[in-house]
């Protein structure tokens, strides 16, 4: 059983979907994330939990979300199903994002 940080991305290219991490097969896994902008300006992020590196509109948790410059977005207690993705984008380079909690198997 893993537990701590599941999956990163020092700094998400802008307007590119990316995947930050997949739940292992025969496991669960609760997660929490946080996103960093380290620019001045304001920018624009969208988070999903989903099924494939492309979400469908259903599947996200935050859409356009703006983070103020230097700001942080943070989101706990996903329960998250074998196969399951979290799938990041921003509009602006300078965004990190950290993916953390713990795995179960379910085997």
Do not use: H, W
């Not at 991305?9 to 307007?15: D, F, G, K, R, V």
Request: one cysteine or more; aromatic letters at 8%; a negative charge.
């Amino acid at each position: 059983m893993a537990s701590g940080i599941l999956g990163t991305q020092s700094s998400l290219a802008a307007n590119t979907l990316t995947t930050i991490y997949t739940v292992p097969a025969s496991t669960v896994a609760y997660c929490n994330f946080n996103i960093v902008n380290t620019n001045a300006t304001a920018v624009d992020v969208r988070v999903a939990i989903a099924a494939a590196d492309t979400p469908t509109a259903a599947e996200y948790v935050e859409y356009n979300a703006e983070i103020g410059g230097y700001g942080v977005l943070e989101r706990t207690g996903f329960a998250m199903q074998t196969g399951k993705k979290l799938v990041a984008f921003s509009d602006t380079t300078g965004v990190s994002i950290s993916a953390y909690g713990v795995e179960e198997s379910t085997a």
